[in-house]
């Protein structure tokens, strides 16, 4: 739901609680007319007369619209900032955290992997750091998407909100292959609003044997955290290792009944015809 737009007669950007139903505004992101629409069942937004297949911000659903809500009132002293438009780079970003450089990117719908980098790079050029909300209406099931593992180098969680406004923004670990999710640690509830932008070296002792190369790889890569995720506070060793146990030791098992089974009756009638051959 889009939420601000472009007042030409004052020459401003407007909420939508300040705009009249009746009157024509331009959305910043398309430039095309936009109307505020809203009543008892629906809350105020603005939508296209037209639709415009390009443009993002009439996309944006009430999930959406509950995870800017969650964020920003969660930030201490009213510094984050919903709707916030970047003309220098014709952006509009979900969520900004001016103080911290920070920018929170909401996506409850498909995006390709061409979008993503173009939002990293053009926040990056104006020295923000990039966060990415991803909801499980789409993200976060047995299939992973191109985008998605695209995103483990960046920044991101995952998050349940429902359409009522209920639900956590949290972490995991999981055991991926070949584009497949295969098992999952239960969620992690994740606090945004208290992030450390320093996490110390992760430690082998903290953490158990699967799980320490991925938290490494997060510290290199994303050199940011928040309380609650798994560099932040990690599992406790005895969890991690019955996990582990459970899921991990299924590819060597399976070598063995490979083996067993299939490769070695024929191993071993290869031998028998070496043996013929040369003695």
Not at 63 to 76: A, C, E, G, K, T
Not at 195 to 203: A, G, L, N, W, Y
Request: include cysteine; aromatic fraction near 12%.
């Amino acid at each position: 739901m889009q939420r601000i737009a472009l007042d030409t007669e004052k020459k401003r950007i407007i909420t939508v609680n300040e705009a009249i139903s009746s009157q024509n505004y331009l959305c910043l992101e398309c430039q095309k007319i936009v109307r505020k629409r809203g009543g008892h069942h629906r809350k105020a937004h603005f939508f296209h007369l037209k639709h415009e297949a390009k443009c993002s911000q009439h996309q944006k659903s009430l999930i959406h619209l509950h995870l800017q809500h969650y964020l920003v009132s969660n930030f201490p002293n009213n510094e984050g900032s919903m709707e916030v438009h970047f003309p220098i780079i014709g952006r509009i970003a979900d969520v900004v955290w001016k103080k911290h450089k920070l920018i929170f990117e909401i996506q409850v719908s498909p995006i390709s992997c061409k979008e993503i980098l173009s939002r990293n790079v053009d926040y990056k050029s104006l020295g923000f750091s990039v966060i990415w909300i991803l909801h499980d209406k789409t993200f976060n099931t047995t299939r992973l998407s191109q985008s998605e593992m695209l995103l483990t180098s960046y920044p991101h969680y995952y998050t349940n909100f429902s359409s009522e406004g209920k639900g956590i923004v949290y972490d995991q670990f999981s055991v991926d292959r070949n584009a497949y999710r295969l098992a999952k640690t239960p969620a992690r509830q994740v606090l945004l609003n208290i992030p450390d932008f320093s996490p110390p070296f992760p430690s082998k002792e903290q953490f158990s044997r699967h799980l320490y190369p991925f938290v490494l790889k997060r510290w290199k890569l994303w050199q940011l955290s928040f309380e609650g995720d798994l560099l932040s506070c990690p599992p406790p060793l005895e969890h991690m290792k019955a996990f582990e146990e459970l899921y991990f030791p299924q590819t060597s098992r399976c070598k063995r009944i490979i083996h067993q089974f299939l490769l070695a009756p024929y191993l071993n009638y290869f031998h028998l015809m070496c043996e013929k051959m040369f003695y």
